[in-house]
């Protein structure tokens, strides 16, 4: 052996020792897994009254940690996402609704991933993420080491599904929430030695309805609809995994040094089901519309049976989380929550009254209503011309309007709300344009959902939910097109993901960026049926299908804010193409 070779020995044995001892010390910094699922309600537990449903995972974790009584998020999936990840108001973080680009938050934006990064964390999530498909918005982009799941608002086949693990494409087997678990398991199993955030959104039980038989069977025997059994069932098997979960960190030695956080993101996708009798489900600006569980479990620090009964709030859970960890937040980040970590371990924090401010878009407009001003006695609600007023001590179910014998309360919540909603939405700006031309990601997809068109053409789903496409194009004087924001100039290869009918064949496709444009005769119709989809329930969304791609040339782009389009300059049968998106590749 030689020398130089001892060396070495000696310096990787050092380099393993002083690694062994980094880990030691940052392993007092405890581990945390953020557990989210996707149009669960209040009720869909059965620790919250529900004498339908079996989650003895859940009602173990209510008990064994704090039960936040209280605890209120946003009426639709991406803008609550945006609020637990930044601890600020959804509308200032730029998200504003679900789809056409409305659900993206700026990338400037400081989330609990790259919070916990700088702390010096191994980051990582499984799931949906919903806002923003496109780098940087994306969550490699916002501070996620590991990312495997999917990035749009919903995903169409829960079984086999193809997720996207770092950018890249991956077939799986199986159910979707149980691959997503197989890998957050494999992610914790990886990094016991050091400090790690994870943060696993399942995306059940949002629609489509898909559950395994054994689950469905189970629900349907107890005499519930279709839907609600796919519900229950979907619930029921993620209370399986979040125990799968458990276990595991129960194996490596995990548990005391590891917060888990289980919650939702809105009310239950749809109003006939067991909700506590609250007014209100999904999309709603009432207490059942908003009002979500929230259970933290960190067994030695946290007092079993601790009930936190304050009225808390998505803005609160980054400061909330990285106050429990020990870090420390810069006053730059400007967050509008506060850590309600003194709650769960003081006997009589402090806990000032505030309001809390709910607003909900309508497709892709921005008015001022419908909305929401809660604090500790009352709740103000408006959908349409007039101000609703509930006292919620009194009458938690909404059930009397009390607006006109307390005009002056209507008055000042009203008015408290007017400034909040000016102040929140005076740096918004719809929709941002797509970044192209980042080194981190150098193929993007524009996708049709974030496209603008001319009036005819319309989207085949009829709502523009996350996964569908543009139809009913039969005019040579109509156009799609996308706003692009090319951060680095470069050659990229144009292509498009559509299809055609039989006998509109000999379709000229054309797309134009500022300067340049690319064109191709489509001469083979590609008009493929549906792919088979096991759905309990008729869904409300697109069903999957096949797309045919067609690489039109290169185009050089500038950078810059620009528009880029497309046109069909013939039309040889009744229609063109059906548009799912248009994709730039960067050469080299």
């Known amino acids: 052996m030689n020398i130089k070779h001892v060396l070495n020995i000696s310096i990787f044995s050092c380099l393993l020792a002083l690694n062994a001892c980094s880990n030691s010390e940052k392993k007092e910094q405890p581990n945390v897994v953020i557990i989210l699922t996707d149009d669960q309600g209040w009720g869909d537990i059965a620790s919250h009254g529900n004498p339908d449903i079996e989650t003895p995972v859940l009602d173990g974790m209510a008990k064994s940690g704090a039960w936040f009584e209280r605890f209120f998020v946003s009426p639709v999936c991406a803008p609550t996402?945006?609020?637990?990840?930044?601890?600020?108001?959804?509308?200032?973080?730029?998200?504003?609704?679900?789809?056409?680009?409305?659900?993206?938050?700026?990338?400037?934006?400081?989330?609990?991933?790259?919070?916990?990064?700088?702390?010096?964390?191994?980051?990582?999530?499984?799931?949906?993420w919903h806002n923003g498909?496109?780098?940087?918005?994306?969550?490699?982009?916002?501070?996620?080491?590991?990312?495997?799941?999917?990035?749009?608002?919903?995903?169409?086949?829960?079984?086999?599904?193809?997720?996207?693990?770092?950018?890249?494409?991956?077939?799986?087997?199986?159910?979707?929430?149980?691959?997503l678990t197989d890998s957050a398991l494999s992610f914790i199993e990886q990094n016991k030695n050091t400090p790690f955030l994870t943060y696993i959104p399942y995306n059940a039980p949002h629609s489509p309805f898909q559950v395994p038989d054994r689950y469905f069977d189970k629900y349907k025997a107890k005499g519930l609809s279709d839907k609600n059994a796919s519900v229950y069932g979907m619930?029921?098997?993620?209370?399986?995994?979040?125990?799968?979960?458990?276990?595991?960190?129960?194996?490596?030695?995990?548990?005391?040094?590891?917060?888990?956080?289980?919650?939702?993101?809105?009310?239950?996708?749809?109003?006939?089901?067991?909700?506590?009798?609250?007014?209100?489900?999904?999309?709603?600006?009432?207490?059942?519309?908003?009002?979500?569980?929230?259970?933290?479990?960190?067994?030695?620090?946290?007092?079993?049976?601790?009930?936190?009964?304050?009225?808390?709030?998505?803005?609160?859970?980054?400061?909330?989380?990285?106050?429990?960890?020990g870090i420390k937040l810069p006053d730059s980040l400007n967050l509008d929550g506060r850590s309600f970590a003194p709650l769960i371990f003081e006997q009589d924090a402090k806990w000032p009254?505030?309001?809390?401010?709910?607003?909900?878009?309508?497709?892709?407009?921005?008015?001022?209503?419908?909305?929401?001003?809660?604090?500790?006695?009352?709740?103000?609600?408006?959908?349409?011309?007039?101000?609703?007023?509930?006292?919620?001590?009194?009458?938690?179910?909404?059930?009397?309007?009390?607006?006109?014998?307390?005009?002056?309360?209507?008055?000042?919540?009203?008015?408290?709300?007017?400034?909040?909603?000016?102040?929140?939405?005076?740096?918004?700006?719809?929709?941002?344009?797509?970044?192209?031309?980042?080194?981190?990601?150098?193929?993007?997809?524009?996708?049709?959902?974030?496209?603008?068109?001319?009036?005819?053409?319309?989207?085949?789903?009829?709502?523009?939910?996350?996964?569908?496409?543009?139809?009913?194009?039969?005019?040579?004087?109509?156009?799609?097109?996308w706003e692009m924001d090319v951060v680095k100039s470069g050659e990229f290869e144009v292509s498009l993901d559509y299809t055609l009918q039989n006998g509109d064949e000999n379709v000229l496709v054309q797309v134009n960026s500022d300067s340049q444009k690319v064109s191709k005769v489509i001469t083979q119709p590609f008009d493929p049926d549906f792919e088979p989809s096991p759905d309990r329930v008729e869904r409300g969304e697109v069903y999957e299908k096949e797309w045919a791609r067609l690489n039109l040339g290169t185009m050089h782009l500038t950078n810059g804010i620009q528009k880029i389009s497309l046109q069909s300059l013939t039309i040889p049968g009744e229609e063109s193409i059906e548009v799912k998106s248009l994709n730039l590749s960067r050469i080299n």
């Open 81 to 128: 996402r945006a609020s637990l990840l930044t601890g600020r108001d959804h509308l200032r973080t730029g998200t504003q609704w679900v789809t056409y680009g409305l659900e993206n938050m700026r990338s400037e934006e400081v989330t609990f991933g790259e919070v916990f990064k700088k702390a010096g964390y191994e980051t990582s999530m499984f799931g949906k």
């Open 133 to 179: 498909s496109h780098y940087p918005m994306d969550p490699k982009g916002q501070g996620f080491d590991t990312f495997f799941g999917f990035k749009k608002g919903h995903f169409n086949n829960y079984f086999d599904s193809e997720l996207e693990y770092n950018g890249e494409p991956v077939e799986t087997e199986g159910y979707i929430t149980d691959v």
């Open 235 to 325: 619930v029921e098997n993620i209370d399986d995994n979040i125990g799968r979960i458990l276990k595991k960190l129960d194996d490596l030695d995990l548990t005391k040094n590891t917060i888990v956080i289980f919650m939702t993101d809105n009310g239950p996708n749809g109003g006939d089901r067991y909700n506590g009798e609250m007014k209100g489900w999904k999309a709603k600006v009432d207490e059942g519309g908003v009002r979500v569980p929230l259970f933290i479990r960190w067994p030695g620090k946290i007092e079993s049976g601790t009930v936190v009964e304050e009225l808390t709030a998505h803005i609160d859970f980054l400061p909330s989380i990285a106050d429990l960890a």
């Open 353 to 481: 009254d505030r309001f809390l401010y709910t607003h909900q878009s309508r497709w892709d407009s921005l008015e001022q209503f419908p909305a929401s001003v809660r604090n500790n006695r009352y709740r103000l609600v408006r959908y349409g011309d007039n101000w609703e007023l509930y006292d919620m001590q009194m009458d938690p179910f909404q059930r009397k309007d009390i607006s006109t014998s307390e005009p002056g309360i209507v008055d000042s919540l009203s008015a408290a709300y007017g400034s909040w909603f000016e102040e929140v939405t005076q740096n918004l700006k719809g929709r941002n344009p797509i970044p192209v031309g980042y080194d981190e990601s150098p193929d993007v997809t524009l996708p049709a959902v974030e496209s603008y068109f001319s009036d005819e053409i319309e989207f085949f789903g009829k709502s523009g939910w996350s996964n569908d496409w543009l139809t009913n194009w039969n005019s040579t004087e109509s156009k799609i097109w």
